[in-house]
Nanobody, 126 residues
Framework: QVQLVESGGGLVQAGGSLRLSCAAS????????MGWFRQASGKEREFVAAITWRGGIEYYADSVRGRFTISRDTTKNTEYLQMNSLNAEDTAVYHCAADTGPAGDRIFRASAYDYWGQGTQVTVSS
């Protein structure tokens, strides 16, 4: 089992920045990659970014590329999502997720991930 706890959400004005953190515990040695997904009210959960745990290869949704940066600190078993130039469309509950096997092309899909955090609310005011 892997437990994930997000932090860092909140209310920010458009154009501002936030950094989300996701701390992993438990069988962290089994993590293959970690990702961030978000779900806005009334919408489906969507992929935001992902990173392979050992190699640090990054993946981004087109909607956030150039504004968001995903990173990880394997010594702290923590991944981060630095979000800059936020706009109202970024308002959502952000969830981190962990995958314990090679996802390949499925890294963009929620179904590839085995463990999920409870989510943290990000609200961008215009």
């Amino acid at each position: 089992q892997v437990q994930l706890v997000e932090s860092g959400g909140g209310l920010v004005q458009a154009g501002g920045s936030l950094r989300l953190s996701c701390a992993a515990s438990g069988r962290t040695f089994s993590i293959y990659s970690m990702g961030w997904f978000r779900q806005a009210s009334g919408k489906e959960r969507e992929f935001v970014a992902a990173i392979t745990w050992r190699g640090g290869i990054e993946y981004y949704a087109d909607s956030v590329r150039g504004r968001f940066t995903i990173s990880r600190d394997t010594t702290k078993n923590t991944e981060y999502l630095q979000m800059n130039s936020l706009n109202a469309e970024d308002t959502a509950v952000y969830h981190c997720a962990a995958d314990t096997g090679p996802a390949g092309d499925r890294i963009f899909r929620a179904s590839a991930y085995d463990y999920w955090g409870q989510g943290t609310q990000v609200t961008v005011s215009s």
